[in-house]
T-cell receptor, first 117, second 115 residues
Framework: AQTVTQSQPEMSVQEAETVTLSCTYD???????LFWYKQPPSRQMILVIR??????QNATENRFSVNFQKAAKSFSLKISDSQLGDAAMYFC??????????????FGKGTKLSVIP | NAGVMQNPRHLVRRRGQEARLRCSPM?????VYWYRQLPEEGLKFMVY????????ESGMPKERFSAEFPKEGPSILRIQQVVRGDSAAYFC?????????????FGPGTRLTVL
């Protein structure tokens, strides 16, 4: 079974600065998806960015980018030019893409990000 | 194009009562996932359904919990004889087809409080 570990329960960043959230995972599969979700106080799950394992290029979405290290099974999220609206829980998630499974998402426990004005 | 809808958004039940949570997937989506988020935790998979079929219920507690996705109408997650430990946020997500490359779209969740 796959596992996802987020070792930073809480992080803080000054507004306009850069912060990196860590995520490691364990799998024996060669192809899969990795995701970062944002959960603000409203509790709505918002997809921030996703990375397909067979793509070597790191995904980027505006101020959000990832550092995907497949051999190390590491998938960190970098938020540049942090804004007050970035304050939320951030969850790393894994999803298989092969086989006959149900393709459910496996989530880490989350990192609570605070943005300091 | 409406997103995934869940109702109610908040549900309060006393111990021993039944809770029924509803999920209407996005238009054209026939696959539904249910996840549970306990306080201070990430989401955990409960069950995966297609129309009229339960495909994977490996994450569902063996007793008191059931799910259905009828041919017509929303998917229902039913919790019988609720206990305080059932207090959590329950999310559903839908996707258009099966397969790992399809994105899951999340609803806003139902927050269940058991008194």
């Amino acid at each position: 079974a796959q596992t996802v570990t987020q070792s930073q329960p809480e992080m803080s960043v000054q507004e306009a600065e850069t912060v990196t959230l860590s995520c490691t995972y364990d799998t024996s599969e060669s192809d899969y998806y990795l995701f970062w979700y944002k959960q603000p106080p409203s509790r709505q799950m918002i997809l921030v960015i996703r990375q397909e394992a067979y793509k070597q290029q790191n995904a980027t979405e505006n101020r959000f980018s990832v550092n995907f290290q497949k051999a190390a099974k590491s998938f960190s999220l970098k938020i540049s030019d942090s804004q007050l609206g970035d304050a939320a829980m951030y969850f790393c998630a894994y999803r298989s893409v092969i086989g006959a499974g149900s393709y459910q998402l496996t989530f880490g426990k989350g990192t609570k990000l605070s943005v300091i004005p | 194009n409406a997103g995934v809808m869940q109702n109610p958004r908040h549900l309060v039940r006393r111990r021993g009562q039944e809770a029924r949570l509803r999920c209407s997937p996005m238009k054209g989506h026939s696959h539904v996932y249910w996840y549970r988020q306990l306080p201070e935790e990430g989401l955990k998979f409960m069950v995966y359904l297609q129309k009229e079929n339960i495909i994977d219920e490996s994450g569902m507690p063996k007793e008191r919990f059931s799910a259905e996705f009828p041919k017509e109408g929303p998917s229902i997650l039913r919790i019988q004889q609720v206990v305080r430990g059932d207090s959590a946020a329950y999310f559903c997500a839908s996707s258009p087809t099966s397969g790992g490359r399809n994105e899951q779209f999340f609803g806003p969740g139902t927050r269940l409080t058991v008194l």
